[in-house]
């Protein structure tokens, strides 16, 4: 089955600053990668997806890149914030197999 | 808005004891799942259901089984509660194209 890896596992960046999270992943049929945050006690929600026919996709100040060739995709944050402290998951699936494979997760810390 | 409520927030269970953790979504999804999330290990898949009585296993679903005789609503059993099985439990719902997953605000099982 899928296996997918994130890097690193803590991160910790001056407010303000950029913030990147890199993840791989194993099956090359894989198609749909999701990325989702995840506040201190509250639930998973899903803040950005890329579908494998493009290469990169930005809403407001995050945006992610897919590189199939190296099996790889990245969550950017740019003028982090404080609000931005969390654990994000990357995910990938066949879009439309319903089955995410999800990352261990990253702690993001933004200092203020 | 979209609604995934988990039974409970906080359970405290004996060993050996049978424990059903209920997971209820409002939203006509065709797909549920159950994850296990513990610090380090991020979420793997208990099991999922594509259907109403359909279940596939997920990547660990030893000591755990499940039950959808409604669309709404998804069961989690522990058949004999173990105290490594103490975790974090969320349940999540999508559509059938499996884009955004929906999760529950999860429940915390603490086995004695």
């Known amino acids: 089955g899928e296996n997918v890896e994130q890097h690193p596992s803590t991160l910790s960046v001056q407010e303000g600053d950029s913030a990147v999270i890199k993840c791989t992943y194993s099956d090359s049929a894989s198609n749909y990668f999701p990325w989702y945050k995840q506040e201190l006690g509250k639930r998973p929600q899903l803040i950005i997806d890329i579908r494998s026919n493009v290469g990169e996709k930005k809403d407001q100040r995050i945006a992610v890149t897919l590189n199939k060739t190296a099996k790889h995709f990245s969550l950017h944050i740019t003028e982090t914030q404080p609000e931005d402290s969390a654990v994000y998951f990357c995910a990938a699936s066949i879009y439309g197999n319903n089955r995410l494979a999800f990352g261990k997760g990253n702690q993001v810390v933004v200092i203020p | 808005d979209v609604k995934v409520t988990q039974s409970s927030r906080y359970l405290v269970k004996r060993t050996g004891e049978k424990v059903f953790l209920e997971c209820v979504q409002d939203?006509?999804?065709?797909?549920m799942f159950w994850y296990r999330q513990d610090p380090g290990l991020g979420l793997r898949l208990i099991y999922f259901s594509y259907d109403v009585k359909m279940k596939e296993k997920g990547d660990i679903p030893e000591g755990y089984s499940v039950s959808r005789e409604k669309k709404e609503r998804f069961s989690l059993i522990l058949e004999s509660a173990s105290t490594n099985q103490t975790s974090m439990y969320l349940c999540?719902?999508?559509?059938?194209?499996?884009?955004?997953?929906?999760f529950g605000q999860g429940t915390r099982l603490t086995v004695v």
């Open positions: 939203m006509d999804h065709e797909n």
């Open positions: 999540a719902s999508s559509p059938p194209l499996g884009t955004e997953a929906f």
